[in-house]
């Protein structure tokens, strides 16, 4: 089974856990349908979600020498240890296109694999026992739950991967749609048009958010972040720019002498009104709950490797999935229940296998 064990806990409320079971499971079929349909033979099949990378590079992921010992929980728990890592930087984009298409910013993502955690995990990564923390360059997902991502990808299913009729209801009356989705489906614009007004001229040097929560020990939740170390200097778009500028940007900065850090931080909290677990739209007021540092990412430079072919198809082997984790950091709420099935369907179709058996078992002694 690929969830091998889960933790009880006083966070999650599912109202309707038999229609969510059977939601997954169409969007984790139209998930299959769509892979089909953007990639006919010969070409080979991309990751259902962030197909189109910047580059993947080597990191050390070291926690925190000094972390607060009511932090010490799950990976972080022995200050100071170091875990080798790898890091993915993707648009999440389900097409590879112009970065900047229709001359509109898109939303970018960073993708960490901390390697050999020595636990038990949610999910084996192909045999090996590795967290992944999922991030994307803003603090909410455009969509709530599990029911709005099926809309979504019914549209996306029928109108060619052009998500724009999900806004309708916004314009027009539309019979079905209550009055909560609306209020969902304006939020959900609301997100997108902030995720265009983001620049983003260089993936290593803007902040990312995990943007749903995750259980840090049995009794609190967290969401985490990973900022650039150094100042954050105001992203602005080349003019003129290529259709892979994030990827050149990236190479050029792997390419020179500058070692990249991010501090990696958790906003935790215990059992409270507000913390809307079950949708992935909602952000915790950075004021009322502010990030804490609690380990350090460092990038070395030069990595010009990272440009050369072989490199390049070892790190598209690699498999992203929140659910590769440890029970302390399970993945909580609605859209994580759901990223569990249509990551592990994307995987079987990349791989052409069953789920679990595909990309990501024969991953396993091929890192980048």
């Known amino acids: 089974m690929p969830n091998e064990q889960t933790t009880a806990n006083p966070f999650e409320s599912n109202p309707d856990p038999e229609e969510e079971t059977r939601q997954i499971e169409e969007v984790a079929n139209l998930t299959e349908e769509l892979l089909d349909m953007r990639y006919s033979a010969p070409r080979p099949i991309l990751r259902g979600v962030h197909p189109k990378s910047h580059g993947c590079v080597k990191a050390v992921f070291e926690v925190n020498a000094d972390i607060a010992e009511n932090l010490r929980v799950g990976l972080f728990a022995v200050p100071g240890k170091k875990y080798d890592a790898r890091i993915r930087f993707s648009n999440a984009s389900v097409r590879v296109e112009h970065d900047l298409k229709d001359g509109k910013n898109g939303s970018r993502g960073m993708a960490i694999k901390v390697l050999d955690v020595g636990e038990t995990v949610l999910q084996e ?4 026992h590795n967290q992944d923390f999922l991030m994307i360059n803003q603090p909410a997902f455009a969509f709530a739950n599990t029911e709005d991502y099926l809309r979504l990808t019914k549209i996306i299913r029928e109108h060619n991967d052009d998500p724009s ?18 209020r969902r489906i304006l939020n959900s614009f609301k997100i997108v048009q902030q995720i265009q007004s983001m620049p983003v001229a260089n993936p290593l040097e803007v902040r990312y958010f995990s943007a749903a929560p995750f259980l840090f020990g049995p009794d609190r939740v967290m969401k985490f972040s990973a900022t650039p170390s150094l100042s ?18 990236l190479e050029k900065t792997m390419s020179g002498t500058e070692d990249i850090r991010f501090d990696f931080q958790v906003q935790v909290r215990g059992k409270e009104d507000g913390l809307n677990i079950e949708d992935a739209s909602t952000v915790w007021d ?19 490797e990272i440009t050369t072919p072989n490199y390049i198809e070892r790190c598209e082997r690699l498999v992203f999935t929140p ?12 859209i994580n229940r759901l990223r569990r099935a249509v990551y592990l369907a994307s995987d079987a179709k990349r791989g052409g296998g069953r789920p679990g058996r595909g990309a990501s078992a024969k991953r396993k002694d091929h890192r980048p």
Request: glycine content about 8%.
């Open 165 to 182: 009729i999900f806004f309708a209801p916004l314009k027009v009356t539309i019979p079905g749609i209550t009055d909560e989705q609306k």
């Open 125 to 128: 990564d192909g045999g090996a």
């Open 323 to 334: 659910w590769h984790s440890l029970a302390e950091h399970q993945p909580l709420g609605s």
């Open 232 to 249: 954050q200097e105001p992203q602005t778009v080349p003019e003129n720019p290529g259709e892979n500028y994030l990827s050149e940007a």
């Open 286 to 304: 950075e004021t009322e709950v502010p990030f804490v540092d609690v380990a350090r990412i460092t990038i070395r430079a030069p990595q010009k």
